[in-house]
């Protein structure tokens, strides 16, 4: 019993680790390619059905060859982390990809550390839980 009980603890311990070590390769590897420009913060029209002032916007920004990129930037979490409309950040894009951006300030590190720490708890748990077993 006690090696079934470690096991349901290292699967989804296992999962953690690589969600959050997956999110850090992503960011670093943004990061990296240097391809930083600034993007204005334009207002996305609201659905019909929607509640106004939901604060939906879009991140428009140019590539290097002059095309001009409108994505919808989701919504976060965080109730003061929404982006103002006509406001200008620095983002950071994949060249081969270039809908793939990193807002400056907004990388998500702490989650993803605390993905990859708190899988690695539940892992280390789920060894001694197993080693344990009589």
């Not at 070590?21 to 059905?49: F, T």
């Not at 140019?62 to 919808?72: A, F, H, K, M």
């Not at 406001?87 to 998500?108: C, M, Q, S």
Request: hydrophobic residues 45%; contains cysteine; aromatic residues 8%.
């Amino acid at each position: 019993m006690s090696i079934a009980i470690g096991l349901f603890l290292v699967i989804p311990g296992c999962l953690a680790v690589l969600v959050g070590w997956s999110s850090m390769r992503r960011l670093e590897r943004l990061r990296n390619h240097r391809v930083a420009v600034w993007a204005a913060i334009v207002p996305l029209p609201e659905p019909a059905g929607e509640r106004e002032g939901q604060g939906r916007t879009l991140l428009q920004y140019t590539l290097e060859d002059g095309r001009i990129v409108e994505r919808p930037q989701p919504g976060s979490a965080r109730r003061g982390a929404t982006l103002e409309p006509g406001r200008t950040v620095l983002i950071w894009y994949d060249p081969a990809d270039p809908e793939d951006v990193l807002v400056f300030g907004r990388y998500g590190r702490l989650t993803d550390w605390a993905f990859g720490i708190g899988g690695l708890l539940l892992v280390l748990s789920g060894i001694i839980v197993a080693a344990v077993a009589k």
